[in-house]
């Protein structure tokens, strides 16, 4: 028994040490994917606006036609309309999205970053008497 459990400490113990991660590095990993969520978020989200821009025009061109064009031609316009818009809101509401969810991550692991360097910090200071070294955790 005293083995097994000998046995079951050497497996488990490197594996329980490989999988600690140092949080700092962890921690900024996670703000930089959250802060580049937001981006992209704010990419699709201009990219629907145009989209939407550049739909709605089309649509409404594609129905009133015109006297010059044939109905298969004013057909086509305000079903690619209507294709450019269903684009430009999934695009827009996807960015919407990205943007709400990074924006919180972002901060969370930006102000756990800001209290794990606040933690420990050694730090050199001037007072009346002289210089005094400061331990603060």
Do not use: C, W
Not at 11 to 33: D, G, K, S, V, W
């Amino acid at each position: 028994m005293k083995q097994i459990r000998l046995i079951l400490l050497f497996l488990i113990f490197p594996l329980l040490l490989f999988a600690q991660q140092n949080t700092m590095e962890y921690n900024q990993m996670r703000y930089e994917h959250f802060s580049k969520m937001k981006t992209t978020g704010t990419i699709l989200i201009v990219g629907g606006v145009a989209l939407n821009a550049v739909g709605i025009p089309m649509y409404i061109k594609g129905l009133k036609g015109s006297s010059d064009t044939s109905y298969f031609d004013d057909l086509g316009k305000a079903m690619g309309g209507i294709v450019f818009m269903a684009l430009g809101d999934v695009a827009l509401g996807g960015g919407i999205t990205l943007v709400a969810i990074g924006n919180s991550k972002a901060k969370q692991y930006k102000d756990l970053m800001q209290i794990q360097n606040e933690k420990k910090q050694l730090s050199l200071h001037s007072t009346a008497q002289g210089l005094t070294l400061r331990l603060t955790f």
